[in-house]
Protein backbone atom coordinates (compact mmCIF):
# COMPACT_ATOMS: atom_id res chain seq x y z
CA UNK A 1 0.00 0.00 0.00
CA UNK A 2 1.09 2.96 -0.67
CA UNK A 3 0.45 5.54 2.21
CA UNK A 4 2.20 5.64 5.75
CA UNK A 5 -0.11 7.84 7.13
CA UNK A 6 -0.68 8.36 11.00
CA UNK A 7 -2.32 9.92 13.72
CA UNK A 8 -1.20 13.26 14.94
CA UNK A 9 -2.01 15.04 17.96
CA UNK A 10 -4.65 17.60 17.71
CA UNK A 11 -2.61 20.62 19.16
CA UNK A 12 -0.81 20.09 15.99
CA UNK A 13 -3.05 20.63 13.64
CA UNK A 14 -3.08 22.08 10.77
CA UNK A 15 0.75 22.83 9.96
CA UNK A 16 1.39 19.75 11.42
CA UNK A 17 -0.45 17.69 9.10
CA UNK A 18 0.39 19.34 6.16
CA UNK A 19 4.23 19.01 7.09
CA UNK A 20 3.28 14.84 8.07
CA UNK A 21 1.54 14.84 4.52
CA UNK A 22 4.42 16.76 2.72
CA UNK A 23 6.95 14.31 4.27
CA UNK A 24 5.05 11.09 3.39
CA UNK A 25 4.81 12.31 -0.64
CA UNK A 26 8.60 13.22 -0.31
CA UNK A 27 9.75 9.70 1.38
CA UNK A 28 8.74 8.35 -2.05
CA UNK A 29 5.17 7.17 -1.07
CA UNK A 30 3.76 9.24 -3.60
CA UNK A 31 4.95 10.26 -7.25
CA UNK A 32 3.92 13.10 -9.33
CA UNK A 33 -0.12 12.82 -10.51
CA UNK A 34 -0.58 10.25 -8.16
CA UNK A 35 -3.96 10.95 -6.36
CA UNK A 36 -3.90 10.72 -2.66
CA UNK A 37 -6.79 9.44 -0.38
CA UNK A 38 -9.82 10.92 0.30
CA UNK A 39 -10.51 13.34 2.33
CA UNK A 40 -12.67 11.20 4.71
CA UNK A 41 -10.07 8.58 4.24
CA UNK A 42 -7.45 10.78 5.52
CA UNK A 43 -9.05 12.15 8.53
CA UNK A 44 -9.94 8.62 9.60
CA UNK A 45 -6.19 7.91 9.30
CA UNK A 46 -5.04 10.90 11.04
CA UNK A 47 -7.66 11.20 13.94
CA UNK A 48 -9.12 14.53 13.07
CA UNK A 49 -11.62 16.18 11.89
CA UNK A 50 -12.46 16.91 7.77
CA UNK A 51 -11.75 20.46 8.01
CA UNK A 52 -8.25 19.91 9.99
CA UNK A 53 -7.57 17.85 6.37
CA UNK A 54 -9.07 20.46 4.16
CA UNK A 55 -7.02 23.52 5.89
CA UNK A 56 -3.79 21.33 5.65
CA UNK A 57 -4.13 20.47 1.96
CA UNK A 58 -4.50 24.28 1.30
CA UNK A 59 -1.48 25.19 2.76
CA UNK A 60 0.02 22.61 0.72
CA UNK A 61 -1.75 23.46 -2.32
CA UNK A 62 -0.33 27.07 -1.73
CA UNK A 63 3.10 25.50 -1.86
CA UNK A 64 2.93 23.60 -5.57
CA UNK A 65 2.68 19.91 -3.44
CA UNK A 66 -0.46 19.25 -4.08
CA UNK A 67 -3.21 20.54 -6.84
CA UNK A 68 -6.73 20.36 -5.60
CA UNK A 69 -9.02 19.19 -8.51
CA UNK A 70 -12.95 19.63 -7.30
CA UNK A 71 -14.90 16.66 -7.92
CA UNK A 72 -11.95 14.51 -8.68
CA UNK A 73 -9.71 14.64 -5.44
CA UNK A 74 -6.27 15.39 -4.54
CA UNK A 75 -3.15 15.22 -6.51
CA UNK A 76 0.21 15.32 -5.96
CA UNK A 77 2.02 18.11 -7.91
CA UNK A 78 5.92 17.75 -7.31
CA UNK A 79 7.36 14.63 -4.85
CA UNK A 80 10.73 16.41 -4.26
CA UNK A 81 11.55 18.99 -2.16
CA UNK A 82 9.65 22.73 -3.17
CA UNK A 83 12.90 24.73 -2.77
CA UNK A 84 16.24 22.52 -2.71
CA UNK A 85 18.27 24.49 0.16
CA UNK A 86 20.89 22.32 1.55
CA UNK A 87 22.84 25.21 2.51
CA UNK A 88 21.36 28.52 2.99
CA UNK A 89 23.15 31.68 1.44
CA UNK A 90 23.01 34.93 2.70
CA UNK A 91 21.38 36.11 -0.54
CA UNK A 92 18.90 33.89 0.50
CA UNK A 93 18.49 34.78 4.00
CA UNK A 94 18.55 38.67 2.86
CA UNK A 95 15.75 38.23 0.10
CA UNK A 96 13.99 35.85 2.69
CA UNK A 97 13.88 39.50 5.00
CA UNK A 98 12.84 42.15 2.30
CA UNK A 99 10.15 39.99 1.01
CA UNK A 100 8.81 39.96 4.67
CA UNK A 101 9.48 43.64 5.30
CA UNK A 102 6.83 45.56 3.35
CA UNK A 103 3.93 42.27 4.12
CA UNK A 104 4.46 42.88 7.71
CA UNK A 105 4.11 46.45 8.38
CA UNK A 106 1.26 46.44 5.96
CA UNK A 107 -0.07 43.34 8.80
CA UNK A 108 1.11 45.06 11.82
CA UNK A 109 -0.65 48.21 10.41
CA UNK A 110 -4.01 46.86 9.45
CA UNK A 111 -4.28 44.57 13.07
CA UNK A 112 -3.81 47.61 15.19
CA UNK A 113 -7.27 48.58 13.77
CA UNK A 114 -8.29 44.87 13.07
CA UNK A 115 -7.38 42.97 15.73
CA UNK A 116 -10.01 41.74 18.49
CA UNK A 117 -9.44 42.49 21.85
CA UNK A 118 -9.07 38.61 22.15
CA UNK A 119 -6.95 38.39 19.53
CA UNK A 120 -4.42 40.60 20.88
CA UNK A 121 -4.51 38.90 24.48
CA UNK A 122 -3.91 35.88 22.43
CA UNK A 123 -0.45 37.92 21.37
CA UNK A 124 0.49 38.33 24.63
CA UNK A 125 0.08 34.65 26.22
CA UNK A 126 2.71 33.99 23.14
CA UNK A 127 5.28 36.51 23.71
CA UNK A 128 4.89 34.87 27.62
CA UNK A 129 5.62 31.96 26.03
CA UNK A 130 8.83 33.06 24.18
CA UNK A 131 10.09 34.85 27.03
CA UNK A 132 10.01 31.36 28.74
CA UNK A 133 12.34 30.18 26.15
CA UNK A 134 15.04 32.56 25.65
CA UNK A 135 17.66 29.73 25.75
CA UNK A 136 16.17 27.50 23.60
CA UNK A 137 16.14 28.32 19.81
CA UNK A 138 14.14 25.63 18.91
CA UNK A 139 11.14 26.44 20.15
CA UNK A 140 11.57 30.45 20.50
CA UNK A 141 11.39 30.35 16.69
CA UNK A 142 8.81 28.69 16.38
CA UNK A 143 7.06 31.19 18.93
CA UNK A 144 8.33 34.01 17.38
CA UNK A 145 7.30 32.67 13.71
CA UNK A 146 4.01 32.46 15.80
CA UNK A 147 3.77 35.80 17.16
CA UNK A 148 4.30 37.01 13.22
CA UNK A 149 1.50 35.08 12.26
CA UNK A 150 -1.24 35.70 14.40
CA UNK A 151 -0.42 39.30 13.92
CA UNK A 152 -1.62 38.38 10.02
CA UNK A 153 -4.53 36.69 11.21
CA UNK A 154 -5.47 39.60 13.48
CA UNK A 155 -4.91 41.89 10.25
CA UNK A 156 -8.03 40.66 8.89
CA UNK A 157 -6.34 39.72 5.41
CA UNK A 158 -6.72 36.39 4.56
CA UNK A 159 -4.13 36.49 1.70
CA UNK A 160 -1.63 38.03 4.12
CA UNK A 161 -1.80 35.61 6.89
CA UNK A 162 -1.99 32.70 4.54
CA UNK A 163 1.21 34.51 2.32
CA UNK A 164 3.78 34.74 5.83
CA UNK A 165 2.69 30.86 6.80
CA UNK A 166 3.64 29.19 3.59
CA UNK A 167 6.70 31.32 3.82
CA UNK A 168 7.04 30.24 7.45
CA UNK A 169 6.95 26.59 6.36
CA UNK A 170 9.17 27.32 3.52
CA UNK A 171 12.19 28.59 5.20
CA UNK A 172 11.63 27.11 8.93
CA UNK A 173 15.44 26.10 8.99
CA UNK A 174 16.46 29.74 7.52
CA UNK A 175 14.19 31.60 10.22
CA UNK A 176 15.97 29.87 12.86
CA UNK A 177 19.34 30.46 10.85
CA UNK A 178 18.58 34.28 10.72
CA UNK A 179 17.68 33.95 14.91
CA UNK A 180 21.42 32.92 15.34
CA UNK A 181 23.00 35.63 13.43
CA UNK A 182 20.80 38.24 15.08
CA UNK A 183 22.44 37.41 17.74
CA UNK A 184 20.31 38.77 21.28
CA UNK A 185 17.19 36.57 21.86
CA UNK A 186 16.61 39.54 24.40
CA UNK A 187 16.50 42.53 22.29
CA UNK A 188 14.69 40.34 19.71
CA UNK A 189 12.30 39.68 22.33
CA UNK A 190 12.11 42.94 23.98
CA UNK A 191 11.39 44.46 19.51
CA UNK A 192 8.30 41.96 20.02
CA UNK A 193 7.44 43.04 23.26
CA UNK A 194 7.17 46.89 22.44
CA UNK A 195 5.33 45.75 18.80
CA UNK A 196 2.83 44.43 21.38
CA UNK A 197 2.49 47.26 22.98
CA UNK A 198 1.54 49.68 20.27
CA UNK A 199 -0.91 47.46 18.86
CA UNK A 200 -2.13 47.20 22.28
CA UNK A 201 -2.24 51.04 22.13
CA UNK A 202 -4.39 50.84 18.94
CA UNK A 203 -1.17 53.51 17.81
CA UNK A 204 -0.53 52.79 13.84
CA UNK A 205 1.72 55.02 13.14
CA UNK A 206 3.65 53.49 16.11
CA UNK A 207 2.97 49.86 15.42
CA UNK A 208 4.23 50.23 11.67
CA UNK A 209 7.26 52.30 12.98
CA UNK A 210 8.41 49.75 15.46
CA UNK A 211 7.49 46.67 12.88
CA UNK A 212 10.03 48.17 10.41
CA UNK A 213 13.04 48.96 12.65
CA UNK A 214 12.75 45.65 13.92
CA UNK A 215 12.98 44.32 10.68
CA UNK A 216 15.04 46.29 9.43
CA UNK A 217 17.63 45.65 12.17
CA UNK A 218 17.47 41.80 11.68
CA UNK A 219 18.20 42.90 7.95
CA UNK A 220 21.18 45.08 8.91
CA UNK A 221 22.42 42.11 11.13
CA UNK A 222 22.32 39.69 8.02
CA UNK A 223 24.35 42.55 5.87
CA UNK A 224 27.17 42.35 8.20
CA UNK A 225 27.25 38.31 8.58
CA UNK A 226 29.71 37.09 7.30
CA UNK A 227 29.25 32.97 6.88
CA UNK A 228 32.52 32.28 6.66
CA UNK A 229 34.13 33.99 9.80
CA UNK A 230 31.37 33.48 11.72
CA UNK A 231 29.46 30.32 10.63
CA UNK A 232 26.11 30.19 12.76
CA UNK A 233 25.63 26.36 14.11
Known amino acids: MKHSFHPVAKQSLPDRLARQIRGTIQSGNYRRGDRLPPIVEMAKRFEVGQPSIREALKKLEAMGVVQIRHGSGVFVSRSEEVLVLASPTKKLLLDLIRARIPVEIQSVADAVTNATPEQVRELRRVLVAAGQHLGDDETLNSVNMEFHGRIAEASGNSVTA ?72
Open 162 to 233: QLLAVLHELFTDEQRLILGIFGSREADHRDHLQILEAIERRDEPLAVERMRAHLESVHAAILRWDPEDHPVK
